[in-house]
């Protein structure tokens, strides 16, 4: 307790570290508690910090600042008009062409599933894979009747949808425009001494920065080559699947399984056991394959520098806390706790050193506390 009472002694009497604590503290709080009532506000956030780079690069250029501003918010409100009027309706038009045929795919796959009790009795029985067939016909039952009534419940989604339509981008231009004004306003409440806050920050900005730009670039590229690629060899429901290998990049080594196994099925169930299936198949591997040994490393060159084991365990932890939204920023928000353990005040080396060959030895070590000296 006295090493442990020492450490926050040493810590929180740094003005600078406190004053870190709570700005971190602050944000957690106020997106969790008022992240679904402040849900345009955060996407509008979110929106303008990715277009800020493109308007830097157009004042670099010799653009004025309200100019560039404007500019980039066309192409915004342009690309989104695109997206939901060109991309969403052949998009939701698959999805419900592939749900009205899940019946009759079930009814297939039960009859082979069927045939494992006969050939493994041991294994499984008839009764597991008709309970396990029941149980996921219920599910997509679900599933497909929640989307083909979207249109009987659409007044109060279209209201909501309609809101969003004003109040982000309205809020985009002003956050465009006036960000600067914005960042000024936020550090008068911020303490005089705040170099460690803004030194986190910037490595944030940093990482963030460059890991959403390079992971936006992945998905139109995976995606766009996976369309062309399941079109090419005349897939069903090729722009659904290709939109789904493209978003599946977002999560890291699981996406990849996660959208193989829906492509599997619909290519199984259009090729049968015929050599078009593996070549769907084997098509899906090699973008996958090209994006995780060429593409991600051109996009990704010394941004994210975070363990497998951490990546996973981010995504698990902040999509169990905020869904959708958690698991796309799963990395970036890992990013963030990174930059902010690298930029922590560390103990001097000397007591690191003794800490390690403590734990080797199997002996304590005391750290000394702030105004300590050895040998008082």
């Not at 705040?194 to 139109?220: A, S």
Request: without cysteine; aromatic residues 10%.
């Amino acid at each position: 307790m006295r090493d442990i009472a020492a450490w926050f002694r040493r810590h929180l009497s740094n003005q600078q570290v406190v004053t870190l604590v709570l700005v971190i503290v602050s944000i957690v709080a106020a997106s969790y508690l008022l992240g679904d009532r402040l849900a345009p506000v955060l996407a509008a956030v979110v929106l303008a910090y990715l277009m800020q780079g493109l308007v830097t690069r157009l004042e670099r250029w010799g653009v004025r600042h309200t100019i560039a501003a404007d500019l980039v918010f066309v192409l915004f409100l342009a690309l989104t008009l695109l997206a939901f009027f060109g991309l969403m309706p052949p998009l939701i038009r698959q999805l419900k062409q592939l749900l009205t045929q899940v019946p009759n795919m079930l009814s297939q796959a039960q009859q082979l599933l069927m045939q494992l009790p006969e050939r493994y009795p041991q294994v499984v029985t008839s009764g597991q894979i008709e309970h396990f067939v029941t149980g996921l016909r219920t599910a997509l039952g679900e599933a497909g009747q929640s989307l083909l009534s979207f249109s009987l419940l659409s007044v109060v989604t279209l209201i909501t949808v309609a809101v969003y339509l004003v109040i982000v981008p309205f809020l985009v231009f002003f956050l465009l425009r006036d960000r600067a004004k914005i960042i000024a306003w936020f550090s008068r409440f911020l303490p005089p001494e705040r170099e460690l806050t803004e030194r986190v920050w910037k490595e944030v900005n940093r990482q963030i920065g460059k890991y959403v730009h390079g992971k936006i670039w992945e998905i139109l590229i995976v995606g766009g080559v996976s369309f062309a690629a399941f079109t090419l060899l005349k897939l069903q429901y090729a722009l659904l699947l290709g939109a789904l290998t493209g978003i599946s990049v977002v999560i890291p080594y699981i996406g990849a399984v996660m959208a193989l196994v829906p492509l599997t099925l619909v290519a199984y169930f259009q090729y049968r056991l015929s050599p078009q299936l593996g070549y769907a198949v084997g098509a899906y591997v090699a973008i996958h394959s090209l994006d995780g040994y060429v593409l991600a490393p051109l996009l990704f060159a010394e941004v994210v520098d975070l363990h497998p084991v951490a990546i996973i365990i981010a995504i698990l932890f902040f999509g169990g806390l905020w869904g959708v939204w958690g698991v796309f920023f799963a990395i970036p928000l890992a990013t963030v706790i990174q930059a902010v353990l690298r930029s922590w005040p560390q103990a001097p080396a000397e007591t690191v050193l003794q800490v390690s060959e403590a734990v080797e030895h199997g002996t304590t070590v005391r750290v000394l506390g702030a105004g300590e000296r050895r040998g008082a």
